[in-house]
């Protein structure tokens, strides 16, 4: 199962982040492949094919983060990632204690199923092989959109007459 630890938002929130991506990239790109707005998330650490027990995963991630307090992250201006195929869009995360701290005691405690060597860089992508008239971290920025981060979920991977869909499988409360 291929499976990644995220922040998964509610149906409004991902409705919100899907228009505002929308109307930016209508304005800016001659082509796109929008993020279908139920599968809108941001991913915190990518665990790839896994064959283990759900709730092994589950007691790892409450051992890490069961302490941990909600808190609220910002969603503030855009990015992108190359790629010859068309750039990836996403919406920037502003810099966040709270936000870095979880992620680094879940990517050191899962580093035996993927060891990431890239520094964490907190952003939910938006689009894909998007050809655009301007780069995405020059495009006119919106208002920021405040999201208060009650819970960590385990999430995993479907393709479903060939398009993904992210399914939460658990989640770790925060306190």
């Known amino acids: 199962m291929r499976s990644f630890i ?4 509610d149906i409004e929130t991902k409705k919100l982040l899907y228009q505002k991506a929308k109307q930016k990239l209508d304005s800016y790109c001659t082509s796109y492949k929008i ?8 991913t915190i650490h990518f665990l790839g094919e896994i064959d283990g027990d759900d709730m092994l995963i589950k007691s790892r991630l409450v051992k890490q983060i069961g302490s941990a ?10 990015g ?3 790629s ?3 750039s990836i869009i996403w919406l920037g995360i502003k810099e ?6 979880i992620a680094n005691k879940i ?12 520094p964490f ?20 920025n919106y208002d920021d959109v405040v999201i208060d981060v009650g819970k960590i979920s385990l999430m995993r991977t479907d393709f479903i007459n060939n398009k993904v869909r992210y399914t939460e499988i658990c989640s770790c409360k925060l306190k």
Request: overall charge positive; aromatic content about 16%; hydrophobic content about 40%.
């Open 35 to 42: 993020i279908d707005a139920t599968n809108i998330h941001m």
């Open 121 to 140: 860089l907190p952003h939910i992508t938006v689009s894909r092989y998007a050809k655009c008239i301007k780069n995405a971290d020059d495009w006119v």
């Open 80 to 82: 992108y990632f190359p």
């Open 107 to 118: 990517r050191k405690e899962f580093h035996d199923i993927n060891y990431e060597i890239r």
């Open 96 to 101: 966040n204690n709270e936000l870095f701290s």
């Open 6 to 9: 995220a922040i998964d938002f």
């Open 84 to 86: 010859k195929s068309g």
């Open 69 to 78: 307090k909600k808190f609220s992250i910002i969603i503030s201006g855009w």
